[in-house]
């Protein structure tokens, strides 16, 4: 009579065990993806900020609010998530160029009012959405050649 109970009390915990692992895995196989700057790039604190030609598929964390320049050129990056650049403020160039972006977020490069000089070029962009340049008043360079666009947004370019 107790053998049962004991065998279902094992397989019990087993699947427990292994739903558990199977939660924490994928809570943290996210976090794996995310590098910290100074594991991969150069001056992360610094004005300037060298991420190119290193194969990464994300953009790090901990880059520094201070940087003017952020160059992350020359990777294997496929999408920017929403926000990702929203403390960088003071950015003043920023180089994606040579990636495999498909699409940008709405609102991604609304933070960087500062941004003079935006390369996209060569990347895998089809299409950009509404309103993306809207708040880069300071924009002075913008490039986008080497990408699939067949159209822009109406009025792209009236802010």
Partial sequence: DMMPK???SRGFHFHVVLLVAALVNSHFRTEVNAVNCTAVCDDCLAEIVSCYSRNLESVPTGIGAQAKQ???DQNQLSDLPTGIF???TN???L???QNQLSALPTGIFHHMTNLQTLYLNENQLSALPTGIFDHLTNLRGLYLNGNQLSALP?????H
């Fill in 70 to 72: 952020l160059y992350l």
């Fill in 86 to 88: 929203d403390h960088l």
């Fill in 154 to 158: 109406t009025g792209i370019f009236d």
């Fill in 91 to 93: 950015l003043q160039g």
């Fill in 95 to 97: 180089y994606l160029y």
């Fill in 6 to 8: 004991m065998a279902l």
